[in-house]
């Protein structure tokens, strides 16, 4: 049997950088699998079913929803989004890991699912840093970049509930970082109760 | 100012080959101190003060217990030993990270003076390679080694009060998988409250 992989979360302000990070981190390592989302909105062109999104119809992911097959969701502009919790544990159970891209709200539904998730959240060094990366843009009104740092502020409360800040300065560092925790994980000891529970038993064995 | 250190406990059961990985860990790396022990008991030959232990006598020893300026101690045939406070302190807001080989009870003794430290528990991948290891030592009797496995059974009790479990296997792979959970404890959540509070308040500064 393969060892069950981690379900990491990762959040952060936006402007901090994490849908590079997330890119760079699974461009770079083949034991990431990016967990894919459900949703109530029609697929746009070239968008296809079970790879951009999991398209299915309102009444089967209310459905998925009373039913507990939903590790979290959010109605946004009269549609669901979500995550499935069957596509995330195939994944696991295959020892992939599995990244998962989504907001704080998001992130504490999917905690409350599966504990055995680990929290990370993305922030650039300063808020300096970060205003000037969302101006840098250029895509955006100066009212848009004030919404934006208002969620920042908002953000900056929960951060406390997450289990690792990503200081994204240098992005090779920070993917490098990622990578390490993710991994490390692997030898956290509420991870390893049926490893420590078997070696008891060989030592009992053992002494006779 | 330098970022406050890390400290870390390492325990583990006996034969799992923790002496070599902390040797080697500090060897590799220059950001490590090896906590320096306090004793009662007198000093042997090419022992000096302050490098191999603080040595100091029964009453003073007593008086740091009473003061709190013991992280741990523990008597042992007849003589106290123990971790000093201080020069744990001093190390840490130098910046450095300090190593604690200790077993639990001075383990659970130090994490809750500092809650901050980070506990680690090196173990072979078995209970037979534990064996194999404790006799290939061929300086112990099979009595010894009755005791030091059984010994181990009482420790894998308390496994779980650890934050990490180290697997010797390959030295090489543990040494680097520790410096990686030792350094990247630093980007956790609850070392950084700080840093959060700081960005939240520029974030508000930002807003205006």
Same mark, same amino acid.
């Given at each position: 049997m393969k060892e069950r992989g981690v379900l990491t979360v990762i959040s952060g302000f936006s402007g901090a950088g994490k849908g590079t990070l997330v890119k760079k981190l699974i461009s770079e390592h083949d034991n990431y699998s990016l967990s894919i989302s459900m949703t109530t909105r029609s697929p746009r062109a070239g968008e296809r079913d079970g790879v951009d999104y999991f398209f299915i119809d309102r009444d089967a992911f209310e459905r998925n929803i009373s039913e507990g097959r939903m590790l979290e969701y959010a109605e946004y502009v009269g549609n669901y989004y979500g995550t499935p919790r069957e596509y995330v544990e195939k994944q696991l159970s295959e020892g992939r890991d599995v990244i998962l891209e989504i907001e704080y709200l998001g992130a504490f539904q999917v905690k409350k699912m599966l504990p055995e998730a680990l929290l990370l959240f993305v922030t650039p060094p300063s808020a300096d840093e970060l205003l000037r990366r969302l101006r840098g843009r250029?895509? #955006?009104t100066e009212d848009k970049i004030r919404d934006r740092m208002k969620r920042a502020i908002e953000e900056a409360d929960i951060?406390?509930?997450? #289990?690792y800040i990503l200081l994204n300065d240098d992005l090779d560092t920070c993917v490098r970082q990622t990578h390490e925790i993710i991994q490390n994980a692997k030898y956290s000891v509420s991870r390893n109760a049926a490893f420590i529970k078997e070696i008891k038993k060989e030592l009992i064995e053992t002494v006779g």
């Open positions: 250029n895509t #955006e951060v406390d509930k997450y #289990e």
